[in-house]
């Protein structure tokens, strides 16, 4: 049995690992499925990550357990994805500046005929940040390849006074969530 | 400038490093100083934080920034520390089953004549733990190193359902209020 990670994300890796995950093989999916038009953003993770496991699964064995998560910001009724520049960066880290918003995970898991699909939801509470820190914090380059231009594991922590939820979930992975769905699959991680 | 982390704790350099603190050194404190008698939670932490930042900012130079903490695990108003068996880990995970707890972490910062010292809390909620469960993590030897028998970055991720406060405080470094805290001194981060 191997687990197959179904995402390129260096964080989810760095989690399975953390929780003593053996033979783990990552198989990026492509993702390129579209979701329902009117769907909230719970529906829009579970629906992204459920496509993600689905792809990847086709080229795996019965045996193998499959694990796939998709992750969004959610601040205002929208979703904040990846910045595309510096500018989007400073306007992102502007608007989550003393607010708070929303991280939403998907997560689906497969086994054989299996398939089981849940999100985790977080709470994030950022302080009020200064002109020169958002600047300073984008000259690091950490926020560019992160969804609303922060790592809640890396310098971004100096902005996060309060989460509420699972922390794991901000970084990608809701770990206690996937710890239970693992399990209805007889995979025990303890 | 040195900085200068009064601890041992690997945790908390990792934590450091994180932040990008450079030219940091490792100097633990013997932190054998005594606390008031009737001290809560929050005073007790603030009291050996500051007595160990003390100690060692005695050896350290005016222009030195000194980094010193304390965390201790908190149930049903009484500390819970690390375990001195495997008998006392199971029993303190089995406390920490099902119920929330408040990890508190002391944090005192010296540069030349300035002491600050605070403190910070957060609520950690367990979910529901098996007997094998508890058995099973025991034999991975997590816990036997930290206080109240887990690790919030480990394999003890699984037990967390959600947090509520500063996730790094519970690992023993509350980040974003050092870094007000370091602010107060001169230092900045970002």
């Known amino acids: 049995m191997a687990t197959v990670l179904a995402s390129a994300s260096p964080r989810r890796k760095t989690i399975l690992e953390m929780l003593g995950v053996k033979d783990l093989r990552v198989v990026p999916a492509r993702g390129d499925e579209v979701i329902p038009e009117d769907a909230g953003p719970a529906e829009t993770v579970k629906c992204l990550s459920a496509a993600k496991a ?79 820190e958002i600047a300073g914090y984008i000259g690091t380059g950490e ?7 922060y790592g809640a594991q890396g310098i971004g922590a100096l902005f996060i006074e309060r989460i509420e939820g699972d922390f794991f979930n901000v970084m990608g992975l809701p770990v206690c969530r996937l710890g239970e769905m693992l399990k209805k699959l007889g995979v025990l991680l303890l």
């Open 54 to 132: 689905l792809e990847v699964a086709k080229n795996c064995s019965q045996s193998d357990v499959i694990i796939a998560a998709d992750t969004i910001v959610w601040l205002h009724e929208r979703i904040l994805g990846k910045p595309s520049d510096a500018a989007e960066a400073a306007a992102m880290l502007e608007e989550l500046s003393g607010n708070f918003h929303e991280v939403y995970t998907g997560v689906t898991v497969i086994r054989g005929d299996t398939v089981l699909s849940d999100h985790e939801v977080s709470k994030v509470f950022f302080r009020q940040l200064t002109e020169e």
């Open 143 to 149: 926020p560019m390849d992160k969804a609303g231009a």
